[in-house]
């Protein structure tokens, strides 16, 4: 540290310069975040110093909490659903697995996740010890559930299906899942931390919720579709009690135990996260995502029409294509088998994907 204090002005210029050199998202395809909405921003700046690692304090801000979660619920259909803010989906899915894990004692057990799943699952499965068994995927990027059988045994302590994977924003068969998890009695986790805030406000929602009898818990992120401040995950329960096998004594606090990963952990977002949705409404949110899946209609068939075939169609609006190029000045990521990848934000307006089809246009005729 610096021996006397660095003067405002000269800190702010400092400060300013370095900003300038991170990307505006406007060329960003390849981020699940997004500038926050408006209404996030402002919610977030009056929650600066709210901490709801120490609810007691805090009471105002930890109702909010309670309220993002009794809407995260409501959404996923069941008004009586448990959970708490995160981080974002890592966290979440790691939780998720520590629930598992506590909930069936097994000598040396293990997960069973689609290949597409996140890379936080790698992280959740080292940190507690667990096996991580990977279900292949079939033609359309979904978890094979005909393979699924063989790798379920008495030690499987949870099951995975992710809504809105990662690399191909696909959904995988969540009610085939369903069935496997209350045929066999294992604890069913499903990753909606992209999906969860795209696939309710579909025209066709996809079945993937708590109205599936065999799911327990949900991942859910309001730092990725539901445009807050970063961070903002959820995780849902759908029987509140199951927390308690990760509640620990916190006897100086202003509450007696708690369950959480974090323990300082931030208002300001959560606020920010339940701001949106109460703005928004389901109405708002649906012509969110009606726009983001209609801009990705048209980048799919301009992209087409410049002869790259999509790798899938994909149920939410993470875009890929068989295409081993990209236009200079835009970032757009590649996923593990090397299709381009463009997640379609709602950063990404229609003159955004214009323009990036344009210059696309460019460098086939250069
Ligand atoms: N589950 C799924 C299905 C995800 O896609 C992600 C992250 C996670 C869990 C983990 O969530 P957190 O990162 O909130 O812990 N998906 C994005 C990814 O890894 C996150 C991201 C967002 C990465 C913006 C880069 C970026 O610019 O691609």
């Known amino acids: 540290m610096r021996e006397y204090g660095c003067p405002e ?8 310069a370095r900003r300038e050199k991170d990307l505006g998202y406007r060329n960003i395809l390849s981020s699940m975040c997004t500038t926050p909405h408006p209404i996030a921003a402002k919610a977030h700046a009056m929650f600066l110093e709210t901490n709801l690692g120490d609810p007691g304090l805090f009471p105002g801000t930890a109702s909010l909490e309670e309220m993002l979660v ?22 979440s899915n790691l939780q998720a697995l520590r629930i598992a894990k506590k909930h069936k004692p097994a000598s040396s057990p293990n997960v069973v996740v689609p290949a597409s799943s996140h890379f936080s699952f790698e992280k959740a499965c080292d940190i507690l010890g667990l096996e991580m068994r990977t279900v292949p995927l079939d033609a ?30 696909m959904v995988d ?18 990753d909606a931390a992209f999906g969860g ?18 799911v327990d ?5 309001p730092h990725k579709m539901g445009m807050s401040t970063i961070p903002a995950g959820c995780l849902l329960v759908r029987e509140p009690k199951v927390f308690n096998a990760l509640n620990i004594d916190t006897p100086y606090l202003t509450v007696r135990q708690e369950c959480t990963l ?35 209609r048209r980048l799919i068939e301009g992209m087409e029409t410049l002869g790259y075939p999509r790798a899938v169609t994909p149920d939410v609006n993470v875009a890929t294509f068989v295409c081993d190029r990209a236009p200079p000045g835009w970032r757009v990521s590649r996923t593990r088998f090397g299709h381009m990848r463009i997640v379609c934000m709602p950063h990404v307006h229609r003159d955004v994907v214009e323009a990036f089809l344009s ?8």
Do not use: W
Request: proline letters at 4%; glycine letters at 12%; hydrophobic letters at 40%.
């Open 140 to 169: 359309n990027f979904r978890m094979d559930t005909e393979a699924l059988d063989g790798m379920i045994d008495r030690n499987t302590i949870c099951l995975v299906g992710v809504v809105g994977t990662t690399e191909y924003g």
């Open 262 to 296: 974090a323990g300082t952990r931030p208002g300001a977002s959560v606020a920010s996260a339940l701001a949106v949705l109460e703005y928004l409404g389901m109405n708002g949110m649906r012509a969110v995502v009606a726009g983001c899946m209609e801009n990705q």
């Open 173 to 190: 068969p969540i009610e085939r899942l369903s069935e496997v998890a209350e045929d066999r009695e294992i604890f069913l986790h499903v």
């Open 217 to 221: 818990s949900i991942s859910v992120d």
């Open 197 to 214: 805030m795209v696939v309710p406000f579909l025209e066709r929602p996809i079945p993937f919720d708590f109205r599936l009898p065999g």
């Open 9 to 16: 002005k000269e800190l702010f210029s400092f400060l300013a």
């Open 70 to 91: 009794s809407r995260l619920g409501t959404l996923m259909h069941h008004t009586g659903a448990g959970g708490y803010a995160t981080s974002g989906g890592t966290e």
């Open 359 to 366: 210059d696309m246009g460019e460098i086939d005729a250069g």
